[in-house]
């Protein structure tokens, strides 16, 4: 019953709040640890889950040497599947209700500076379909911004016009401006590059990998390893903290990056006062 409810309740997350498989592989392994965890303590009936076994739960993680941010992503997970056996009758409350939460210090992301993203991308060759594909990728990532989930979903037919609409988390579309740089990377890959890799010709996907089939996310890393020594997500930080220099609102730089919570945006609000404070200590004489 218990192997049920779970089930269930991944599959509610995944159709109702469209997560992607990733995050609910993530939680189905958290909860599964969960309940092995109350298997060692007496039994996996959740009528046994209180306060007390929660709190031994989460020592049990810290003993475990898990970071913070681990063990607030794996009590998160508990306390949803809780609450949801709450609503749907299965438990009178949530016992984790009361739980205090793991705090987390605030982890800035790593912006790199305008100068090394533009060696970067001026540095890259021009040669092979691959290198015109890892151009044309990077120039794309660090013009839009997108996730690697949202790059990899790419079609040959999203740029015909200099705004490409993409599906973001939980299912919201919206329209990314993509600069000219980035626009002529990606026709020239599709020109000279995309033909020689397409050996079947029925794929429209934008990115395809040295056998013709579509670069997945873990392929569309490699690349950005092996061509920037960097992740993607450095690329999105990167663009994000370039915008809000350079004079973009909070507001529009959500709207670009497709954050709900407009609180997600602000972490980069941050690094930019990181960067206005060196540059005043640089700039000013009475600094």
């Known amino acids: 019953m218990i192997d049920q409810d779970v089930g269930d309740y991944l599959g509610r997350l ?28 007496g039994g996996e009936d959740t009528a046994l889950v209180d306060r007390h076994l929660l709190r031994r739960y989460l020592a049990h993680l ?30 009178p409350a949530n016992p984790a209700a009361q739980l205090a939460r793991p705090r987390l210090g605030e982890r800035l992301p790593r912006a790199l500076p305008r100068r090394q993203v533009a060696s970067i991308l001026d540095g890259l060759p021009s040669t092979t379909p691959i290198d015109l594909r890892d151009r044309a990728l990077l120039e794309v990532l660090y013009g839009t911004g997108l996730r690697v989930s949202e790059l990899a979903q790419l079609r040959t037919t999203d740029f015909a016009t200099d ?5 973001g988390k939980g299912g919201k579309v919206r329209a990314v401006p993509i600069g000219r740089p980035a626009r002529d990377a990606v026709a020239a890959y599709v020109e000279r590059g995309r033909g020689q890799l397409a050996h079947s010709g029925r794929s429209d996907a934008l ?25 993607p997500h450095a690329l999105r930080h990167s663009y994000a903290t370039h915008l809000l220099e350079g004079g973009a609102d909070l507001r529009t730089v959500q709207e670009l990056l497709g954050h709900r919570d407009l609180a997600t945006t602000q972490i980069y609000t941050a690094v930019s006062r990181q960067h206005l404070q060196s540059t005043y200590d640089l700039s000013h004489p009475r600094a």
Not at 163 to 167: A, E, K, Q
Not at 214 to 231: C, N, P, Q, W, Y
């Open 207 to 231: 990115w395809l990998g040295v056998r013709g089939g579509k670069l997945d996310e873990r392929g569309i890393r490699r690349a950005v390893r092996s061509r920037a020594a960097t992740f």
């Open 163 to 167: 705004l490409i609409t993409v599906t």
């Open 14 to 41: 995944a159709s109702q709040r469209q997560l992607s498989p990733h995050t609910i592989a993530a939680y189905r392994g958290d909860l599964f640890q969960f309940l092995a965890f109350c298997g060692d303590q």
């Open 62 to 91: 810290e003993e475990a040497g898990l970071s913070r941010r681990s063990i607030a992503r794996k009590s998160s997970a508990v306390r949803g599947w809780l609450e949801d056996l709450v609503k749907r009758g299965h438990l």
